[in-house]
């Protein structure tokens, strides 16, 4: 395992890492050692109708030590970065030392190098753009996009070309030129001790497999029964990563063995996104394997 940096007792700990690779488990170990308060950076894991399925922290865990920003925001609401660092800027200088940890690369980017002001997508235009997507696939959205602004977003990512594309068409200005008018950080880098987890495609691999198998065993099946009646997939909250699987297995249009395979497959093409962002934005922060490597 490679050592952990120092850590000061009032500097602000971030962690990164791809699904399924033990970042929580460190940030509840910086608590318990160091104090602190536990901070979501997960897109997903904001939303209150998946626990099992985004492997939010257990019950066990919230009671050992106090976890925000998790399941607190109804599974239909819109919710973005914005949304987000609005949600974590009392908590960086009211209460205890935040650790914030989390899978999603673009939080920490805003949060230590500042967003851009950017207007809300007004809803119509939301509306449309999930329906052409739908249509013709976020493809054609991409092709439509400026050279500088397709340089730098996920391009296999469809949120993000398509928040790319409605920023373009709803104020007539390329992301990347909203980015490079960007006001100062909420929390710089220099002011943390930032950790990202660098792991084997391998191992991260089995831990994918083994993990979906335990979140059946703990109810993700149930938890998708439970959302059967309300699954739209524009919501966001629908992004999470199996639940469009369980849905599908639900509906009687594939077996459990056939979703849970499709599951794995997905969960390890977003995490292969994932450590392909943190190796590109996250190069000068402390690399970290855990110990089970």
């Known amino acids: 395992m490679s050592k952990l940096p120092p850590i000061a007792s009032h500097q602000p700990v971030l962690i990164a890492g791809p699904t399924a690779s033990g970042k929580s488990a460190l940030a ?55 949304h987000w660092l609005r949600d974590v800027a009392p908590l960086l200088t009211a209460g205890p030392r935040p650790i914030i940890v989390g899978g999603t690369g673009l939080y920490f980017t805003a949060l230590t190098q500042g967003l851009a002001d950017i207007p809300a997508t007004p809803a119509q ?11 013709e696939g976020f493809e054609t ?7 500088e602004t397709t340089a730098r977003i996920d391009t296999q990512n469809p949120m993000r070309v398509q928040r790319a594309w409605e920023v373009l068409t709803a104020t007539g200005r390329p992301l990347a030129d909203w980015q490079d008018n960007t006001p100062p950080p909420l929390l710089p880098l220099s002011d943390t001790v930032p950790i990202v987890f660098d792991v084997p495609k391998d191992w991260l691999n089995t831990r994918i497999a083994q993990r979906f198998d335990l979140m059946l065993e703990q109810g993700a099946l149930e938890e998708a029964e439970a959302n059967l009646t309300t699954f739209d997939p524009t919501h966001l909250s629908a992004k999470a990563i199996g639940a469009p699987e369980l849905i599908a297995h639900l509906r009687g249009e594939i077996d459990l063995p056939t979703a849970r395979e499709r599951a794995t497959i997905a969960t390890r093409q977003f995490a292969k996104r994932q450590r392909t962002w943190f190796r590109s ?13």
């Open 28 to 82: 509840l170990e910086i608590t318990q050692k160091h104090g602190g308060v536990i901070i979501n950076a997960d897109a997903i894991q904001v939303f209150d109708n998946w626990r099992v399925l985004t492997a939010r922290p257990s019950e066990a865990d919230t009671t050992a030590a106090p976890h925000l920003l998790y399941g607190h925001i109804p599974f239909d609401a819109e919710y973005s970065v914005g």
């Open 125 to 135: 235009l939301r509306e449309d753009t999930n329906a052409r997507v739908a249509a």
């Open 141 to 147: 959205l991409l092709a439509e996009l400026d050279a």
């Open 281 to 293: 934005k996250m190069a000068n922060w402390h690399h970290h394997a855990p110990a089970n490597l």
